[in-house]
């Protein structure tokens, strides 16, 4: 018989509906099951077998990262079975940037209020991240807090582990002048800046599921929650066919705070703006809030989620095999000898 506790229960803590919740997300786990995991869910800790076939120095590479305040969209929408994929995928994003294949992932839910079937909601997400980059859910925790969190509101953070030869880890020290910037379009606003979006739009007093002309006749909040893009296996199959020296993923911080960070320190990264595919959703925010185009770059990924550095003569290979993974990759600019870090023109 499993446990019960009233006097707990009396206290705002209900422990047999996280049996309950744990019982419905067993489904959404199983479809990230791989070859690697030794364990079930509801031990102490998750198993993972490492295969370090063909490596000669395997390295783990690990990231952890939250939704932010992108979830009070989702309390706003009512809608919880997508933030899990913004989740996993601000951890995998991170880690393919240093040419590792994610390995597993764990989650950790802290709510006000364990109700069963909104906690299968956010772990369906986070179990539909995990297929989108071949990683296993391999454990999690959810905390009822109640008296800490409202009771309708909930906190989500992941943590992944992916594994890399020590001889293919990317190496930015290599880029120079001369070498290309490939972009990958980002689905949207992604995961970041969502302090600045919610002030903008005034999303807690506003009818942000009305249908909106600019965003295609898409609500302000439908647009807002399409989750980040996984970028785990086109960018795998990049680095098999092409010299791929970096990579950065563009979240917090825009172009100017993120590009620089996949760049030897003397370089830049010169961007024709007019190349720069700038989604719907960002032209909005800008004239919405009159926010300066300058701040813009460096708050948002404005249709950009991540870029990947290779040398000229391998540029439209890298197109190529980009868009044969299915992402409509474009050159958007050129490294230049510069202390500027990024140069939008």
Request: charged share 25%; proline share 4%; glycine share 12%.
């Given at each position: 018989?499993?446990?019960?506790?009233?006097?707990?229960?009396?206290?705002?803590?209900?422990?047999?509906?996280?049996?309950?919740?744990?019982?419905?997300?067993?489904?959404?786990?199983?479809?990230?099951?791989?070859?690697?995991?030794?364990?079930?869910?509801?031990?102490?800790?998750?198993?993972?077998?490492?295969?370090?076939?063909?490596?000669?120095?395997?390295?783990?590479?690990?990231?952890?990262?939250?939704?932010?305040?992108?979830?009070?969209?989702?309390?706003?929408?009512?809608?919880?079975?997508?933030?899990?994929?913004?989740?996993?995928?601000?951890?995998?994003?991170?880690?393919?940037?240093?040419?590792?294949?994610?390995?597993?992932?764990?989650?950790?839910?802290?709510?006000?209020?364990?109700?069963?079937?909104?906690?299968?909601?956010?772990?369906?997400?986070?179990?539909?991240?995990?297929?989108?980059?071949?990683?296993?859910?391999?454990?999690?925790?959810?905390?009822?807090?109640?008296?800490?969190?409202?009771?309708?509101?909930?906190?989500?953070?992941?943590?992944?582990?992916?594994?890399v030869d020590r001889s293919?880890?990317?190496?930015?020290?290599?880029?120079?002048?001369?070498?290309?910037?490939?972009?990958?379009?980002?689905?949207?606003?992604?995961?970041?800046?969502?302090?600045?979006?919610?002030?903008?739009?005034?999303?807690?007093?506003?009818?942000?599921?009305?249908?909106?002309?600019?965003?295609?006749?898409?609500?302000?909040?439908?647009?807002?929650?399409?989750?980040?893009?996984?970028?785990?296996?086109?960018?795998?199959?990049?680095?098999?066919?092409?010299?791929?020296?970096?990579?950065?993923?563009?979240?917090?911080?825009?172009?100017?705070?993120?590009?620089?960070?996949?760049?030897?320190?003397?370089?830049?990264?010169?961007?024709?703006?007019?190349?720069?595919?700038?989604?719907?959703?960002?032209?909005l925010i800008e004239k919405?809030?009159?926010?300066?185009?300058?701040?813009?770059?460096?708050?948002?990924?404005?249709?950009?989620?991540?870029?990947?550095?290779?040398?000229?003569?391998?540029?439209?290979?890298?197109?190529?095999?980009?868009?044969?993974?299915?992402?409509?990759?474009?050159?958007?600019?050129?490294?230049?000898?510069?202390?500027?870090?990024?140069?939008?023109?």
């Amino acid at each position: 018989m499993k446990s019960s506790s009233e006097s707990y229960k009396a206290a705002g803590v209900d422990i047999t509906a996280g049996y309950k919740a744990v019982e419905l997300m067993k489904s959404h786990i199983a479809r990230t099951m791989t070859s690697g995991v030794v364990s079930d869910i509801g031990g102490f800790g998750g198993l993972f077998e490492l295969d370090i076939t063909g490596m000669e120095r395997p390295v783990l590479v690990s990231g952890t990262d939250g939704v932010g305040t992108k979830l009070k969209l989702a309390f706003l929408m009512d809608k919880h079975d997508t933030v899990g994929i913004d989740c996993v995928a601000m951890c995998v994003n991170d880690i393919i940037c240093c040419g590792a294949k994610p390995l597993f992932f764990l989650d950790y839910i802290a709510c006000g209020k364990n109700v069963p079937e909104k906690i299968e909601a956010i772990v369906k997400g986070v179990a539909e991240g995990c297929v989108q980059s071949g990683c296993a859910l391999i454990g999690g925790e959810t905390a009822e807090m109640p008296g800490f969190y409202p009771i309708d509101e909930y906190d989500l953070a992941g943590y992944s582990t992916g594994v890399v030869d020590r001889s293919k880890i990317l190496d930015k020290t290599s880029v120079t002048e001369g070498d290309v910037i490939v972009a990958l379009p980002s689905s949207g606003v992604h995961s970041n800046g969502f302090s600045l979006v919610r002030k903008v739009f005034d999303v807690e007093n506003a009818n942000i599921k009305a249908p909106v002309d600019e965003l295609g006749g898409k609500s302000i909040g439908e647009t807002l929650l399409t989750p980040t893009k996984i970028y785990v296996k086109p960018m795998l199959a990049l680095f098999e066919e092409v010299k791929v020296k970096s990579v950065s993923h563009i979240t917090g911080g825009g172009f100017y705070e993120n590009i620089p960070r996949s760049l030897p320190t003397g370089y830049s990264a010169k961007i024709k703006k007019s190349d720069v595919r700038v989604l719907p959703i960002f032209k909005l925010i800008e004239k919405v809030g009159n926010i300066p185009e300058r701040d813009m770059f460096n708050t948002f990924n404005m249709g950009v989620g991540m870029i990947a550095v290779v040398a000229k003569e391998d540029a439209a290979k890298a197109v190529e095999v980009l868009k044969e993974q299915g992402e409509d990759a474009y050159v958007i600019g050129e490294v230049v000898k510069s202390d500027e870090g990024v140069i939008i023109e």
